[in-house]
């Protein structure tokens, strides 16, 4: 079983809009502090201001 470490610069993420699945690529960690991230989506995506994402690692050919 694999163990699950930091989130890496040019990891690859899947991010849920709503419906909307989307890939995305890590492109900064840290910034004001160590947990927040910054990616770049892979294509546009649309949704409103506050509405809630989920983002999901691929681990052991999964994505959780």
């Given at each position: 079983m694999?163990?699950?470490?930091?989130?890496?610069k040019?990891e690859?993420?899947?991010?849920n809009?709503?419906?909307?699945?989307?890939?995305a690529?890590?492109i900064n960690?840290g910034?004001?502090?160590?947990d927040?991230?910054q990616?770049?989506?892979?294509n546009?995506v649309c949704?409103?201001?506050g509405?809630?994402?989920?983002i999901?690692?691929?681990?052991?050919k999964s994505?959780?």
């Open positions: 694999e163990t699950v470490g930091e989130i890496r040019h690859t993420l899947l991010v809009v709503g419906s909307t699945a989307v890939g690529k890590v960690i910034g004001v502090n160590k927040q991230i990616f770049e989506l892979m546009p949704s409103e201001i509405e809630k994402i989920a999901s690692r691929r681990i052991e994505w959780r």
